[in-house]
């Protein structure tokens, strides 16, 4: 009997290992059954993203896209292209809203998409495509393709260890809930935010920030 439990218990625990590194396609080019609007009630509508020929699009109008299901550590990978002058972002760790006016990033960091070159205020280098959006700047600014070409993106987390990659270079690399991290974030417009209170878990947004942007090949291991 107790060899049979200990079979039982190897089996279950290879299984969840299988599960945990197996990548999932969060994005197939057809299907956003992962996804919700964070401004709907409903938990299924996905209103103001579209797709078209095989990639996920929104004029940003409709506001943000949520995962229906939270992630601690994960790697994710995504393929993204924003408009001239455009702007938004890959935000994680994304909690339940709260209230109905409080939008995805103020309860975690972001990845930021965004026209480096052409946005109408030239962005602080904090503020540019593949960093921490207000916390950290990429470490390469030459890694990102002009608006309208197709970047590859890839956020990794594992024991809040963060990377940011862009187009096969790791442009960011933090330890979140760290003494520095909370000192950094001090020193960030998300002080007073939930952003600042370190939470394990969370769910994954891509933004809708009033411009056109574009997704496609996004899929996540959980690691």
């Known amino acids: 009997m107790r060899i049979l439990v200990l079979i039982m218990a190897v089996l279950v625990a290879n299984t969840s290992f299988a599960q945990k590194n197996k990548w999932v396609k969060l994005f197939d080019g057809k299907s956003l059954e992962h996804w919700y609007s964070w401004n709907v009630n409903d938990g299924n509508s996905t209103a103001g993203w579209s797709v078209v020929n095989g990639e996920l699009t929104t004029d940003g109008k409709g506001g943000d896209l949520v995962t229906k299901k939270e992630y601690e550590n994960f790697e994710l990978e995504f ?22 006016k409080e939008q995805p990033y103020i309860y975690g ?20 495509t593949g960093g921490n959006y207000d916390v950290y700047a990429p470490s390469d600014l030459s890694a990102v393709k002009p608006a309208g070409e197709w970047n590859k993106g890839k956020i990794k987390i594992l024991n809040n260890k963060v990377e940011h990659w862009l187009n096969g270079k790791k442009v960011i690399e933090y330890e979140y809930a760290s003494p520095k991290w909370v000192e950094d974030i001090a020193k960030s417009k998300f002080k007073s935010w939930p952003y600042a209170t370190p939470h394990a878990k969370g769910k ?8 056109t942007v574009w997704f496609k090949n996004i899929r996540i291991k959980e690691l």
């Open 79 to 100: 393929e993204f292209k924003v408009s001239p002058k455009g702007n938004s972002g890959v935000i994680y760790k994304v909690q339940d809203k709260q209230k109905e």
């Open 204 to 211: 994954i947004s891509l933004q809708g920030h009033g411009d």
């Open 109 to 128: 960091p972001e990845y930021q998409i965004i026209d480096d070159v052409n946005y109408p205020s030239t962005p602080k280098d904090v503020h540019k």
